[in-house]
């Protein structure tokens, strides 16, 4: 303090003295010496002084910054396949014999009965000869009870006309019996209940077992089939968790995987599974749809934006905390580093590194630095 007054004072002196009064050249060379030293020391007087006036400033202007408490959340994980809705009650009806359709019972999109009669082809023929086999028949069945009353009664006769008789009667019951199995081909019924999803045959065109006739739909029990990739196949079981969305009808179901194939197919290195659709409302088989599947589930998870997490040169993760100044409103900024876990939907888990309480920078996380003091905004 003694030397600012000196300082002071000889200023004064020179500013007040007169050219003859300052003395000669050398002692004003002296003093001019002695001043810029003066001054050099006053800088940094003044400058030590600023950083004492700045530590006791309260209007000091900080960054400000926005902050989230790590809290313990559930966590889940889901992957993306694609999948096709399949129905096992959706099947193509073919007639088993061959012949000129005589005759459609239902039209597309009609609902029908289980066992009721779809289709018929011409059985014209066969009726006729059905008819001529059926009067054969009752003669063939009349001589036979004649020639078993005459032997196994009265022994009149031959037991050779006995059986000739038996063998042309049961002849013909089985060739009638086979016949009205050959008309009874002849026709389509529904094997289940279902609707008709379209109808390829016509009246009058021939039909055969190599052609489609109709084709029967029952909704009710479609499922869907995807192929998952093979680096899936420890985390997918019976029962895991699904959500199917039908992107065509911006509709979404809840469902779970109901079977997991046991092979790996070697084209495509993926297993199928099938996966519930407890609602179908509208839902038509072979239909795309999209799947999304859980193979990770944390319940006390602690997680942040994915977008908080950050990387230094080497590649290592880290996150920006706060720690409070005890007793001020001011956070000093604190580079975490963390180990991370897997990321859905912009949220990664954080498997080391946070405990849950802390403070993470979130509005202001790429602008600050660590050991910067910042407020909450």
């Known amino acids: ?25 050398d002692e004003l060379k002296a003093k001019k010496e002695a001043l810029v030293s003066s001054r050099d020391s006053i800088s940094a007087l003044i400058s030590e002084v600023e950083l004492h006036l700045a530590a ?32 096992d009650k959706s099947i193509n009806l073919y007639t088993t014999a061959s012949g000129s359709v ?52 009265q022994q009149i006769g031959s037991e050779i006309q006995y059986l000739q008789a038996k063998n042309n009667y049961e002849g013909l019951v089985q060739k009638v019996k086979t016949l009205k199995e050959q008309i009874e081909l002849s026709e389509i019924r529904a094997p289940f209940s279902g609707s008709i999803d379209n109808i390829f045959a016509k009246e009058g065109q021939l039909s055969g077992p190599q052609m489609p006739a109709i084709r029967l739909v029952n909704t009710s029990g479609v499922y869907v089939k995807a192929d998952v990739p093979e680096s899936y196949a420890n985390r ?13 009808m911006d509709y979404e179901v809840t469902a779970e995987v109901l079977q997991v194939g046991q092979f790996i197919q070697e084209g495509n290195r993926t297993f199928s599974i099938n996966v519930s659709l407890p609602e179908a409302n509208g839902v038509k088989p072979n239909q795309m749809v999209h799947i999304a599947l859980q193979d990770y589930r ?11 997490v950050q990387q230094d040169v080497e590649g290592n993760d880290f996150i920006y905390t706060l720690r ?18 897997l990321t859905f939907d912009n ?31």
């Not at 944390?298 to 908080?308: I, K, Q, R």
């Open 1 to 25: 303090m003694k030397k600012v007054v000196f300082i002071i004072s000889s200023i004064a002196l020179v500013a007040c003295g007169t050219p003859e009064e300052m003395g000669t050249t």
């Open 56 to 87: 006791l400033d309260t209007n000091k202007v900080y960054d400000v910054v926005t902050s989230k408490e790590v809290e313990p959340s559930l966590f889940l994980h889901y992957f993306d396949v694609f999948g096709m809705v399949e129905a």
């Open 236 to 248: 997918v079981f019976v029962g895991t968790p699904a959500s199917i969305a039908f992107t065509s």
């Open 347 to 377: 949220q990664t888990e954080i498997v080391l590194g946070l405990e849950a309480g802390m403070l993470v920078v979130e509005k202001g996380s790429r602008s600050v630095r660590a050991g910067q003091e910042v407020v909450l905004g």
């Open 324 to 341: 409070n100044f005890e007793g001020t409103d001011r956070y000093q900024v604190v580079k975490t580093w963390v180990t991370t876990g």
């Open 298 to 308: 944390n319940d006390e998870a602690l997680t942040v934006s994915a977008s908080l």
């Open 102 to 153: 005589k005759k459609i019972y239902v039209k597309n999109g009609q609902s029908v009965e289980k066992n009721q009669l779809l289709l018929s082809l011409d059985t014209d023929i066969m009726m006729s000869s059905l008819a001529e086999l059926q009067t054969g028949l009752e003669l063939a069945k009349t001589v036979f009870e004649k020639q078993q009353r005459l032997w196994m009664d």
